[in-house]
């Protein structure tokens, strides 16, 4: 595959003609290609064709272009593709209030992925394939539970709640199914990227910089801007298969997209897709049956179905209407621990049905959509854009093959499956966005003056499982949520920015943003960012960024309450503000606060070497995680001034197999990192050429305080220290290159990614089934170390329009290291779920098929 530096290597600031159209050739060729073949795998059209003219970007994609600028083009066709200025490069709008600002000129690192790297991963996700080439970015190894079921991921080694996404720059509402169990990604709400179709990805801006001054809440480690197809021509299909090297997992995605005009001055663009996933089953013995009869550790299965539909219209030469709607579904079921037939012992009538015991599933069926509606235009210069963002995310949660034993002693029967939990997450945006560039007097450069003002309402709703998952202790594996852990949680934001640009002098560029936001539950926030870049020579640039941020606790954090059931243990996790987390010592959420600063280099100290290199430091103040850790009676005490009730056998378990946790303001952080790109390419005549890529993020994250309850005791464990220090990769490395064929029919991808070690705690278990937990203090030190997996695709094009692919991720199916066997409950999790490392499934490998019309 091509790597993704090999598109944003351009942050040089060229002055000479000939370098800057030599750059144009490798930098972000495919990221705004002409939108025929955005969405082709081949490089044909898009690596040839680059060398001769350069890379387009539509006028929709900058977000912020001047109608007016456009009349001449859009009048004759709106949606055709408009040329970037010189060099070609492309057009960005994430971190800039800059009309027409190129990537080569960026004061903040910021990668371009393009739809055609994307497909080149072989990946059916959108999250599993920028994974597979941003260094930056981690996915968790697997996944517990509910929060299996949604898909997360991790920039610069920080929650899933510090990275805001955008989709085409206007804020994407969140996922209503928090992760609520142990791991550096619990308390995790984010926005699950896969709902958005893969079909529908013109190309997806990152920003690696602190930017909740430009943005609002959550961009702490950074921002993903999906940027989406507005062509009004078109058709592309796209089909991908695969499978895992142990047989199971088999996946299917099938992508279709295409575009049509709307009169003579507008456009629609419609994509779909299709996905599904197969469990694959990764434990080991289960202790209790010498077999692997518990098919806890694994990938869930998963069927999604999702469309986007985008539009634009000219209403004048000077105004554009413009719309995007996005629709998903998914069903996924997830394994819980087996239950032995010997547990039904007192339950005959269940016992007949399943007389060799039950393997729980949770179920998820979620709705998710979302519909933007704005105007945007030219008046007398400025630059305006009013919009409206509603979004919503309703998940309901099930169980199968489980049974309420309280239910079952009273009445003599139980039903097998249940409605357990439902969660509702709403967004309501309303923004208005005001930019111009002036030119004022005794000032040589032009100020590009921004502002704006903001009106968001979101809303959390809980609603109560069925009279069957509730009675008494409740369902099995997981209990269904009770009257009292239910509601409708709301709050109101409203906010305003400026942002000011110039040029101190000609190589000398200046960034200053300054926002200010009040919650109705949480109060005010004030934010700003200053950056910074100078270009002393052609070939050499500097940059520099410093801002504080902040994430304002989500209200799943403040509400959520329930408890996970294992055959021996209990996990319940309860709301801030509730009656159990009151009596021991809660108190209200505050926001997460931080201060950013990055330092960058850009040089090509030989043509044709591009390469860049940022530090940065991240302090992260009252991070929040579970810090109320109450364990045995005191945990039973918490969860029944919650509602909650525990089965009768509880009373045998361990202290440490009985725990409840609250989310609180726990900890400060310091993350430190590097991150450096190079792209270099070679031309081999009449045989092709190669574009060699190399990525490589340093990471590494310190506790600096952590919090003490009312007794002076530490709110975390060393448990709990490990996952926000040392769960995330220390590094991770991409290398390799791709070869092209002179005449453009084969391209061979081959590249390389090391994932640096993880340090964990682990949990000991006593017993000869390791069913019970000996201590919530005394842990065992783990190191899962460093892996590195090969990536290999080749690709032939049959046709000038049809082309198939053969590759696979992961080429000799590594896996993560194996746990000791006295620190796996029942003996089954041999690979530690709860780190961001190297997946448990190993190999995959696929087939693809790409058609454009």
Known sequence: MIFYQSRSYGFLRFNFKTVGLLASTFILTDAASSQANATSSTPTVTTRTTKRKPATVHPAETGRQSPAALTATSRKAPVTAIRAADSGETVIVTGTRETGKKARDSVSPIDIVSARQLAETGMPDLRDALTQLLPSLTMPTGGFDTGALTDSFSLRGLSPNETLVLVDGKRRHTTANIYADPGPQQGATPVDIDMIPMAAIDHVEILRDGASAQYGSDAVAGVVNIILKKTDHGFHARSISGITASGDGFEQGIYLDGGAKLGSRGYVHVSGDFMHQDHTYRGADDLRTQSKINKLLGQPEQTRESVSITAGYHLTDSVEAYAVATYAHRHAESYQNYRTASSLAAYPAYAAIYPN????????????WEVTAGLKGDLDHWHWDLSSVYGRDYNNIGLKNSANYSLAAATGQTPTAFAVQGFNNEMWSNTFDLSKSFHIDGWPHAINVAGGATY???????????LASTYGSGSDALAGTTYQNAGHFNRDVVGGYIDIATHLAKNLQLDLAGRYEH??????TETGKAALRYDP????????????????????????????????????????????????????????????ATGGIIIEPVRKLHITADVYQINLR????????VYGDQAISALNANGFQLPSEA???????????????VASTRTQGLDITA???????????????????????????????????NLLTAQSIAYITTGYPRSKMIWGGRYTSDDGKLTVGLHEIRWGQTTSELTYYTGATNSSALSSTDFLPFRNSPKFVTNLEVTYRVMPKLSFTIGGNNLFDKRPSRVPDGNRYLGVPQYYMSTSQLGMNGGFYYLRADLSL
């Open 679 to 713: 792209t270099y390419p070679t031309s081999l005549g009449v045989y092709g050429h190669i574009d060699w890529d190399v990525g490589i993020n340093l990471n590494r994250t310190r506790l600096t305080h952590q919090g003490t309850d009312a007794q002076g005791n």
């Open 537 to 596: 020579l052609p070939w050499l640039g500097f940059r520099g960024t410093i801002s504080n941020g902040f994430h304002a606790p989500t209200l799943a954090q403040e509400y959520y309450s329930s408890v996970a059931l294992s055959p021996t243990a209990a996990r319940g996790i309860i709301g801030a503000n509730s009656p159990g987390a009151l009596a021991n010592g809660a108190t209200s959420l505050k926001p997460e606060r931080s201060t950013s």
């Open 622 to 629: 009252d991070q929040i995680l579970p810090g109320g850790n």
């Open 456 to 466: 968001r309402y979101e809303s959390y709703a809980i609603g109560t499982g069925s």
């Open 519 to 524: 919650y109705t539950d949480v109060s005010d």
């Open 357 to 368: 015991g039950y393997s729980p599933l949770e179920t998820l069926d979620e709705n998710d």
């Open 651 to 665: 009373a045998s378990w361990s202290s440490a197999s009985l725990s409840t946790h609250w989310f609180a303001n």
